[in-house]
């Protein structure tokens, strides 16, 4: 291929010399003899050897030109063919990194896509949250000047309180000058109230002695009219067995006497009322004594505060020293005649009609006095003692000695 195209390089080099030379016709302008035919021919000839030389000098110079060429073109399509498998690499790499390229933009542009949408939102957040801190600023702002107006209110506030609590503390101080006076009429009507209690209590205490001693008196009475009428058709010895109890009933008398003031003393001590203990200690002493004192002793007692329970000792030991009297006159009954009896059985008569009316009238003002001091159950237990005391049964449990009116007494304190 190379030498053809070399020697057709050649013939296209000779037309075109020949062309140059002798014109396209190829003729003479002299003439055919005087054409220079034969110069023609030779100077073709001679051109032809020289182009027959060129071309094997040509070709001589061109062989080892053709050879080296033909290294080097085999060379360069070595290379050629290299370079191809080269540059058909290198569009397969531009195409997996074009590729890559292409799946690394659409990530990077998806992460930027992403991205962009959460700084979208972050920055939508952060303006939301400007706007609310914005709107908190505004309203403590707000709240502050309030609370400052607020502040300013209540130091004024507090300044007004304190001036009035100055008020306050200076009522204060006149109050509790008023309550230390309300105090000492408090404590004094206290005292007066427990004192009304305590003559109260005493003058319930005083009515239940009496009422005891009136049954007492009421039911050794009976058990003397019935021993005074058994007297009668008796003989010497049963005299003689009742002398011995009337004895013996009026040791029990003045021991009962003796406990029973023991007692209301003891009560009265409990009460927190020594003073009237001591005086009750001591009208006992000069009512037991002397029975017929003197009147200047009677004003003397009177001005003490046991004088309404004097006034009521005094009868008590009457009461007994008419007991003894009659107790004397019923022992007199043994040697006296029918006579004398009958007076003495009206005497006893009428004085145990008397002793059932002071009874009765006792008996109303104990369960008045027990129902004033709003206790009850105890007028009402009184009550039933008194249904008791009239039944059968009840005189024969009131028939028993004077300690147990002591006992009794001793109970209801």
Same mark, same amino acid.
Request: hydrophobic share 35%; aromatic share 4%.
């Given at each position: 291929?190379?030498?053809? !195209?070399?020697?057709?390089?050649?013939?296209?080099?000779?037309?075109?010399?020949?062309?140059?030379?002798?014109?396209?016709? !190829?003729?003479?302008?002299?003439g055919?003899?005087?054409?220079?035919?034969?110069?023609?021919?030779?100077?073709?000839?001679?051109?032809?050897q020289?182009?027959?030389?060129?071309?094997?000098?040509t070709?001589?110079?061109?062989?080892?030109?053709?050879?080296? *060429?033909?290294?080097?073109?085999?060379? *360069?399509?070595?290379?050629?063919?290299?370079?191809?498998?080269?540059?058909?690499?290198?569009?397969k790499?531009?195409?997996?990194?074009?590729?890559?390229?292409?799946?690394?933009?659409?990530?990077?542009?998806?992460?930027?896509?992403?991205? #962009?949408?959460?700084?979208?939102?972050? *920055?939508?957040?952060?303006?939301?949250?400007?706007?609310?801190?914005?709107?908190?600023?505004?309203?403590?702002?707000r709240?502050?000047? @309030?609370?400052?107006?607020?502040? @300013?209110?209540?130091?004024?506030?507090?300044? #007004?309180l304190?001036?009035?609590?100055?008020?306050?503390?200076?009522? +204060?101080?006149?109050?509790?000058?008023?309550?230390? &006076?309300?105090?000492?009429d408090?404590?004094?009507?206290?005292?007066?109230?427990?004192?009304e209690?305590?003559?109260?209590?005493?003058?319930?205490?005083? !009515?239940?002695?009496?009422?005891? &001693?009136?049954? @007492?008196?009421? =039911?050794?009475?009976?058990?003397?009219? =019935?021993?005074?009428?058994?007297? &009668?058709?008796?003989?010497?010895?049963?005299?003689?067995? $009742?002398?011995?109890?009337?004895?013996?009933? *009026?040791?029990?008398?003045?021991?009962?006497m003796?406990? =029973?003031?023991?007692?209301?003393t003891?009560?009265?001590?409990?009460?927190?009322?020594?003073s009237?203990a001591?005086?009750?200690?001591?009208?006992?002493? /000069?009512?037991?004594?002397?029975?017929?004192?003197?009147?200047?002793?009677? @004003?003397?007692?009177?001005?003490?505060?046991?004088?309404?329970?004097?006034?009521?000792v005094?009868?008590?030991?009457?009461?007994?020293?008419?007991? $003894?009297?009659?107790? =004397? +006159?019923?022992?007199?009954?043994?040697?006296?005649?029918?006579?004398? +009896?009958?007076?003495?059985a009206?005497?006893?008569?009428?004085?145990?009609?008397?002793?059932?009316?002071?009874?009765?009238?006792?008996?109303?003002?104990?369960?008045?006095?027990?129902?004033?001091?709003?206790?009850?159950?105890?007028? /009402?237990?009184?009550?039933?003692?008194?249904?008791v005391?009239?039944?059968?049964?009840?005189?024969?449990?009131?028939?028993?000695?004077?300690?147990?009116? $002591?006992?009794?007494?001793r109970?209801?304190?």
């Amino acid at each position: 291929m190379r030498t053809q !195209g070399v020697m057709t390089i050649g013939r296209y080099e000779d037309e075109r010399l020949r062309r140059k030379e002798f014109g396209s016709g !190829g003729k003479s302008a002299f003439g055919p003899r005087c054409s220079p035919s034969g110069v023609n021919v030779f100077v073709r000839r001679l051109r032809r050897q020289r182009i027959k030389f060129r071309r094997t000098r040509t070709k001589v110079h061109t062989s080892k030109l053709l050879a080296r *060429l033909d290294g080097d073109l085999k060379d *360069l399509r070595e290379k050629h063919e290299c370079l191809l498998g080269h540059l058909t690499l290198t569009r397969k790499m531009h195409k997996v990194v074009d590729r890559l390229k292409d799946e690394k933009l659409e990530e990077a542009a998806k992460e930027f896509a992403k991205e #962009k949408a959460k700084l979208v939102d972050e *920055l939508d957040s952060e303006q939301t949250q400007n706007q609310i801190l914005s709107e908190e600023l505004v309203r403590q702002t707000r709240l502050l000047e @309030q609370c400052q107006l607020a502040r @300013q209110a209540d130091e004024e506030l507090i300044r #007004k309180l304190q001036s009035e609590c100055g008020e306050l503390r200076a009522q +204060r101080a006149e109050a509790e000058l008023q309550l230390v &006076v309300v105090e000492d009429d408090r404590r004094r009507e206290a005292d007066r109230t427990k004192e009304e209690l305590a003559r109260r209590v005493s003058h319930c205490l005083r !009515g239940y002695t009496h009422w005891e &001693v009136a049954a @007492q008196e009421k =039911l050794t009475l009976r058990e003397l009219e =019935l021993r005074a009428a058994g007297l &009668v058709s008796g003989d010497s010895r049963s005299r003689r067995r $009742v002398a011995k109890k009337l004895d013996s009933f *009026l040791s029990r008398s003045r021991d009962a006497m003796a406990t =029973l003031e023991t007692e209301v003393t003891a009560v009265l001590r409990r009460l927190g009322l020594r003073s009237r203990a001591e005086d009750w200690q001591g009208g006992s002493t /000069e009512s037991a004594s002397g029975s017929g004192s003197s009147e200047e002793e009677k @004003q003397s007692v009177a001005g003490t505060p046991t004088a309404a329970l004097y006034e009521q000792v005094v009868p008590l030991l009457r009461y007994l020293d008419r007991k $003894v009297e009659l107790e =004397l +006159r019923a022992a007199g009954l043994v040697s006296s005649d029918s006579r004398s +009896r009958r007076p003495v059985a009206k005497k006893l008569d009428s004085f145990l009609s008397r002793s059932r009316d002071t009874m009765a009238t006792l008996e109303t003002k104990v369960t008045a006095v027990l129902r004033r001091l709003g206790l009850r159950s105890q007028a /009402e237990d009184w009550s039933g003692r008194e249904l008791v005391r009239d039944s059968p049964l009840g005189k024969r449990r009131s028939m028993g000695s004077a300690e147990c009116s $002591v006992a009794w007494f001793r109970a209801s304190v």
